[in-house]
């Protein structure tokens, strides 16, 4: 019974032993969970990090749109929109009828999902009045220049015009002055020829004595003072009334 006892109890260096390597293996247990219970909250924080980063979006360029368009596409993409009259600060109930012109965030930057984009939007009558007188200001423009165009053309051609008039009137003036030259000098040129022409043919021409002066007896009495009588007919002194016989010869008797 003594030695059936003995080998079924297990001595006391067994026990030690076992009881060692029961307290190693918890400790090694206790370890492990501790080391994996610090390493999970890393774990489990890099998925939040990521979901973060994957949540930053490029904002979309919605310049140009209209506000209805615009807001589409920024709520499509998770962002919320703020949007007001940049320009006369009116209420908003038409989206359709107005034009995005500003954005913030700008188009390309990123920002998370769910963030608020803010709009500057101008309505579409605003604009088309602006565009309409603007249009009307360039035709105004336009009109003026063409205007004052015309104006420098007919102020040129006027111009143009009195030069030449004042260039042929001067040639005139010239024409009529080298012509009375001429004329002048064609004179001279005649009387000068006419004068030797004169003078030649006084020197070629013979020499005729000078006529006598006219005579005149009153009667027969006079005629004998002189020294005439008789006076014949075709002589200086003749006259009928001396010669009353008509025969030829006066104061012959």
């Known amino acids: 019974m ?25 400790l090694l247990l206790t370890g492990c969970g501790g080391k994996q219970a610090a390493v999970e909250p890393a774990s489990a924080a890099t998925p939040a990090a990521s979901a973060t980063a994957e949540a930053a979006l490029a904002v979309p360029g919605v310049v140009g749109m209209t506000l209805d368009k615009a807001k589409k596409q920024l709520d499509d993409l998770g962002f919320k929109v703020e949007a007001v009259d ?49 249009e009307k200001a360039a035709a105004d423009k336009a ?3 063409a205007a004052a165009a015309a104006k420098a053309a007919a102020e040129k051609v006027a111009a143009d015009q009195a030069a030449q008039a004042a260039a042929a009137q001067a040639a005139a003036d010239q024409a009529a002055r080298d012509k009375a030259a001429a004329d002048q000098a064609a004179a001279q ?31 027969c009495t006079a005629a004998r003072a002189a020294g005439a009588a008789p006076v014949y007919a075709g002589t200086p002194g003749y006259g009928k009334h001396l010669d009353r016989d008509g025969d030829g010869i006066g104061c012959d008797k």
């Not at 006419?194 to 004595?209: E, H, N, R, T």
């Open 143 to 145: 009109a003026a220049e």
């Open 2 to 26: 003594n030695n059936l006892y003995a080998a079924a109890r297990p001595n006391a260096g067994q026990l030690k032993k076992s009881l060692a390597m029961a307290v190693l293996a918890g």
């Open 189 to 219: 040129q005649a009387a000068a020829q006419a004068a030797q022409q004169a003078a030649q043919q006084a020197q070629q021409a013979p020499v005729v004595p000078a006529a006598p002066a006219a005579v005149y007896y009153a009667n």
């Open 86 to 134: 940049s320009v006369d600060g009116k209420k908003i109930l038409v989206d359709k009828n107005w034009q995005v012109l500003t954005q913030d965030p700008a188009s390309g930057a990123k920002a998370a999902k769910g963030s608020t984009v803010r709009l500057g939007v101008k309505s579409l009558e605003k604009i088309a009045e602006e565009k309409a007188a603007a």
